[in-house]
């Protein structure tokens, strides 16, 4: 199982940027999908913000597209969050997956490894 370590997260104001980083280790290769999820505060389920696979190939959720950006090199997979909203603020994870060949990304069951999060708040 790889481990997974964020960073980058803090307070910020409306129309701040931040940008997250995810450290992916303790597997041989790459994983096939990196991702980014939230959990708002009170809530329960993580949302999905974006992910991106080994060959490059990146989805955006359309509640950021526009503002945020997924990148990724190899085993690291970045976030970058452009003009800060308060509805942006959560706990970020990071997830991983290391198997081929399914087009899925968005549920939080398509992955099997996770990080402990990182909390972004956005303050009006």
């Known amino acids: 199982q790889a481990q997974l370590v964020e960073s980058g997260g803090g307070l910020a104001q409306t129309g701040d940027s931040l940008r997250l980083s995810c450290v992916a280790t303790?597997?041989?290769?790459?994983?096939?999908?990196m991702a980014w999820f939230r959990q708002a505060p009170g809530q329960e389920e993580k949302s999905v913000i974006g992910?991106?696979?080994?060959?490059?190939h990146t989805e955006h959720a359309d509640s950021v597209k526009g503002r945020f950006t997924l990148s990724r090199d190899n085993t690291k997979l970045f976030l970058q969050m452009n003009n800060l909203k308060p509805a942006d603020t959560g706990v970020y994870y990071c997830?991983?997956?290391?198997?081929?060949?399914?087009?899925?990304?968005?549920?939080?069951?398509?992955?099997?490894?996770w990080g402990q999060g990182t909390q972004v708040t956005v303050s009006s």
């Open positions: 303790g597997r041989s290769g790459s994983p096939s999908v």
């Open positions: 992910a991106v696979w080994i060959d490059g």
């Open positions: 997830a991983t997956r290391y198997w081929l060949g399914s087009p899925k990304y968005s549920a939080p069951d398509d992955y099997s490894d």
